[in-house]
């Protein structure tokens, strides 16, 4: 088992013998593992506001989405995980328009398995990816959605403490190969551990604070406090997995 790192989704090549994890950390897939926590039973992410609002409003859905980091006027709510985490989605499937998150998980749609991962739910999604990989021999690739296109130091990091927390799957007798990729976000995790304060450092936590969404790269930064693993499945698959989510195009 090889494990790679894609820091943007244009660099990701072929996947179709691999597991891959998709981060979005500020904000959508720390929102994906939010929503379930609050009782959402599938959630459906749209490239776009137009297509997220026409398939949500003919099916009744929730929806939410952001431009500039703020609440489309029309949409029920934003990105923001703090705002998820005070409402209760029981029941109510969710449609999120984002455009980073949503190009990385198009980016390898065709991989054996897809889960998105954010530091909230570190642990549980890199023991899922594990797992899988170990059952179908394949290798783990850690995407990372960048913002319009470029490099964002909190997805880099957060690919780096997947790193970690894959390594220590396998263990002293089963370690996995470490491409150069991964070595390097693992060493930048290392570097910084403490992620509030490494995020700080960079353009886009830095913007979303100045942007009044400070408490959401607050939220963003805690580690491990959520069981749910995020499954990219099909429409006809959504019963199958615990928290599925399903790309609309």
């Known amino acids: 088992m090889q494990i790679r790192v894609a820091f943007l989704p244009q660099m990701v090549q072929d996947v179709a013998q691999a597991v891959c994890v998709v981060v979005d950390v500020l904000r959508a897939t720390t929102v994906v593992a939010t929503l379930f926590e609050r009782g959402c039973p599938c959630v459906y992410v749209a490239p776009s506001h137009e297509l997220a609002r026409t398939f949500a409003r003919r099916n009744g859905y929730v929806l939410c989405g952001e431009t500039d980091g703020f609440k489309v006027p029309d949409f ?40 998105l991962g954010a530091a909230v739910n570190r642990m549980a999604v890199a023991q899922a990816a594990w797992q899988r990989a170990q059952e179908t021999q394949s290798d783990i690739m850690i995407v990372c959605s960048g913002t319009n296109g470029q490099f964002t130091l909190e997805d880099a990091t957060v690919a780096g403490m997947y790193v970690e927390a894959l390594v220590a799957q396998g263990g002293p007798w089963n370690m996995p190969e470490q491409a150069d990729s991964a070595i ?15 995020w700080m450092e960079g353009h886009h936590a830095r913007a979303l604070a100045e942007r009044g969404f400070g408490e959401d790269i607050g939220y963003s930064a805690e580690t491990d406090v959520l069981p749910h693993v995020p499954t990219l499945v099909n429409e006809g698959e959504v019963d199958t997995v615990a928290a599925p989510v399903v790309l609309i195009s």
């Open 184 to 198: 390097a976000a693992r060493r930048l995790w290392e570097r910084e551990p403490n992620l509030l304060r490494g």
């Open 76 to 115: 029920d709510y934003g990105n923001s995980p703090t705002e998820i985490a005070a409402a209760d989605f029981t029941g109510r499937p969710t449609v999120l328009s984002t455009t980073n998150g949503t190009r990385a998980v198009a980016a390898v749609m065709d991989a054996r398995c897809v889960y």
